[in-house]
């Protein structure tokens, strides 16, 4: 195994079936400011994440990891029952057994679920991140909103992704940090990233999950290797797609926004006053905007336009 130019051995620098062996017994990798010990004992899905996963760091055995995660696929009674994948973090099941051809989407889902759950130390927005020029663009959103179809065009097109799910910000400073992961793209979405880029990277499409088909895009390789590279936050937008609208983009009153921020927040009341002084400090330092779409070639456009205007 080899190092790359940064110093640290990848994912990729391993074989698929070495891979494959690390994974049953356990690999470590460094996702963002999280570093991740992995067990998966599925080989459907190996191939998948060793694509997905090529550009994360490995990290040595003797890692004090952040969580320690695992995939077990469970065999079926021919006739009676199908096979199923029970997903666990140190050691306990957050959930019911899924079924084994969802194991990737099984895998991802927990993996952010534990992010969510854990991640105290920082305030966890609900919102993508993508980065131009040195500067964060917050996109804020419930699910359903667009924002990861948002973020994967963003991604494609130039601008650095930090994450489709997750705006982490240490309370106290004014910078996001990256925690740069496949994207879950879900429905419609899958086919217009598929005809938006070429040079889109999607793993397989998987039916019949509680959200429906998804696919996961693989992270651009320089927003991993830049993982460490914090940005600070310059635009507030808050998106939603509406079919058959024109794009825009519509400055927001400082205090709507601040409402429109804390709402989606992960842990906004949990941190108290330090996750008030958070929002506010985001809030006084960033422009607020709402922002409307339904074509996804428009939208991206408009929002480097307004970013290369506004740098």
């Excluded at 060793?50 to 550009?55: A, C, P, Q, S, V």
């Excluded at 609900?126 to 179809?149: Q, V």
């Excluded at 809030?283 to 408009?302: P, Q």
Aim: aromatic share 8%; proline share 7%; hydrophobic share 40%.
């Amino acid at each position: 195994m080899t190092a790359n130019s940064t110093g640290a051995a990848r994912v990729g620098d391993l074989s698929e079936q070495h891979f494959g062996q690390r994974l049953h017994d356990g690999i470590g990798v460094q996702i963002g400011p999280f570093a991740a010990r992995i067990v998966v004992r599925s080989e459907r899905i190996v191939e998948s994440l060793y694509r997905l996963y090529r550009d994360y760091a490995l990290l040595p055995d003797d890692t004090v990891f952040s969580f320690h995660v695992r995939l077990d696929e469970r065999r079926g009674v021919p006739g009676l029952r199908a096979p199923r994948v029970r997903f666990s973090v140190d050691g306990r099941a957050p959930h019911e057994d899924m079924p084994a051809e969802q194991a990737l989407a099984v895998l991802e889902w927990g993996i952010n679920l534990v992010i969510a759950l854990r991640s105290h130390a920082f305030l966890m927005l609900h919102s993508a991140i993508a980065e131009f020029r040195g500067h964060a663009m917050l996109l804020p959103a419930a699910p359903g909103a667009g924002k990861t179809t948002l973020c994967a065009g963003l991604s494609l097109s130039g601008w650095r992704l930090f994450s489709d799910e997750f705006g982490l910000m240490r309370p106290g400073t004014p910078d996001m940090l990256p925690v740069p992961r496949p994207l879950a793209l879900k429905n419609e979405s899958i086919s217009v990233i598929r005809g938006f880029s070429a040079n889109a990277n999607l793993g397989p499409e998987i039916p019949g999950t509680r959200k429906g088909t998804v696919a996961h895009l693989r992270p651009p390789g320089d927003s991993i290797l830049r993982s460490e590279d914090a940005a600070p936050v310059r635009w507030l937008v808050f998106p939603e797609w509406r079919p058959d609208t024109p794009c825009a983009l519509i400055e927001l009153p400082k205090q709507e926004g601040f409402m429109h921020l804390a709402t989606n927040a992960f842990n906004y009341e949990l941190l108290g006053e330090s996750g008030y002084n958070a929002v506010a400090t985001l809030i006084g330092t960033a422009s607020c905007h709402r922002f409307v779409y339904s074509d996804l070639n428009e939208a991206v456009a408009l929002l480097t336009d307004f970013a290369n205007d506004d740098t």
